[in-house]
Every structure is written in C-alpha cells, then in structure tokens.
C-alpha cells in the first residue's frame, strides 16, 4: 500500500474513533485534537493497525499508551484551554501529550515527565515524527514535579499513585485543576482543583485501570 494510501486509511478509522468517543458526552474541542493527532505514528509499526481501537497498546517496558477514550475524558475534565502550561507525568508513548499540546496550541507548553529512559526517547521521536514542537520531554522522576518551570495551569497524571504526591499540590498554580488516579487495586480517577486561597477541593470521577506510579511520593518498583 501506497503512503498517501495508507494516510488516507488511517484517517478513516480516525474519524470513526472520534465519532465512537463523541458518545460519551466529551467535548468539541478534545474531539477536534484527537481527530488530528495520528496515533499510529505513537506505538510500534508491528501493531499500527490497532492504533484507532479504543484499547490500550503496548508500548514497552511493562508499560502501554492508554486507551483513547481516556486521554479524551483526562483531557475533558482538565478543562484546557489555549496558550497553556501544563505538566503531565507519566509521557509513555507521548500521545496524551500530542493530544494537549493541539490544544493549547503554539502560545502554550507540554512538559512531560517520564522515569523510563527509553521509552523518554520513544515518545521524542514519536512526537517529532508527528510534528508537536511544543512539547518538551524530561526524564524524571515525576512524584517530584518539575520545579523550573512550576507554577502549571493543568495537571494530568498517567499513572495510579498511592496519593496525590505533596510536589504535585504545591507546583499548580492557583485556580490550577489536576487529574491523577489514586489507588492500588482499587483505583479512581480524582478531580483537584487548588483553589485561590492554596486550598484544595477533590472529586472522585469514577474507578479507572492504570500503571503505578512509581518514585518517592509514589510505589516502590517492586510491586
Ligand atoms: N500518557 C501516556 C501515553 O499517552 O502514551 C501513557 C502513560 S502510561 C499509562 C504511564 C507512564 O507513566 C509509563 O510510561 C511509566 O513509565 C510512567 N511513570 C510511572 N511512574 C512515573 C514517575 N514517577 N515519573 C514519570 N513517569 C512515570
């Protein structure tokens, strides 16, 4: 098959994706940026053709890019707007990371921050495969933020902590919102809000299934 072939081919189960996730209520503007990131250019050629399944992938390391009505939901729920800095922890393949940064567009930032080495490098040449320059990809452990460029706007954690890590409350800026899952076996996706006087407000949005966060304020590597 032809490339042009090939985009084209994707682009169709695109559009279905995006109609499929249109159904759970998320909004127009997420829909908009899923609609253009390609994700098969975000896993492995070997496994391209699943890309527009709404399943997670695997990607590596024990690891996998979430499914794609999650990141829409993620990316519902924080509310993001135009010109944007925002912090995600846990980059993976880098498409929850593409998806925000259409989004916030050319005024705002992605900083995302991955504890693996390798797959800190998948994502970069994932996303410069697919053109996002303005994404900037830090191995870290993220439980610890990314204070040189704190205070962030949003938050958005791709991995299940024990707790929201202390790091994380005290690096958004006020009027900031995250969303983390909290939890071992049992896990939910929480909803914070910091609140302009340094307060904080949680919603729990429902269980969720995802890979441990794993650093100081998070699990050991061992579990
Ligand atoms: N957002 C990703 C994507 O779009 O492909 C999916 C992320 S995957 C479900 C979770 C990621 O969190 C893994 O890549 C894992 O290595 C990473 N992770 C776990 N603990 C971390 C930590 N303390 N700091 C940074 N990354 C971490």
């Not at 790091?167 to 939890?183: C, D, F, N, R, T």
């Amino acid at each position: 098959m032809g490339r042009g072939q090939d985009r084209l081919e994707y682009e169709e189960k695109r559009k279905e994706l995006v109609n499929q996730i249109k159904e759970e209520g998320i909004g127009k503007q997420v829909l908009e940026a899923m609609g253009k990131v390609p994700r098969h250019l975000f896993v492995s050629k070997d496994i391209k053709d699943s890309a527009y399944i709404d399943s997670p992938l695997p990607i590596g390391n024990r690891q996998t890019i979430s499914a794609p009505h999650m990141v829409a939901i993620m990316c519902d729920v924080l509310k993001i707007e135009e010109g944007m800095k925002i912090l995600e922890i846990g980059t993976g393949s880098g498409y929850n990371a593409a998806v925000m940064a259409e989004i916030v567009g050319k005024k705002g930032h992605i900083y995302s921050l991955e504890r693996i080495p390798s797959l800190k490098q998948f994502a970069e040449s994932n996303l410069k495969k697919a053109g996002y320059t303005n994404v900037t990809v830090i191995e870290a452990d993220g439980t610890l933020g990314y204070s040189p460029q704190a205070p962030y706007e949003r938050m958005c954690v791709t991995s299940a902590a024990p707790s929201i890590p202390r790091p994380l409350k005290e690096q958004l800026s006020a009027g900031g919102i995250m969303v983390i899952p909290v939890g071992k076996y049992m896990q939910n996706l929480i909803l914070v809000h910091k609140l302009d006087d340094g307060t904080f407000s949680e919603e729990n949005l429902g269980g969720v299934i995802f890979v441990p966060l794993i650093g100081k304020y998070g699990y050991r590597e061992s579990i």
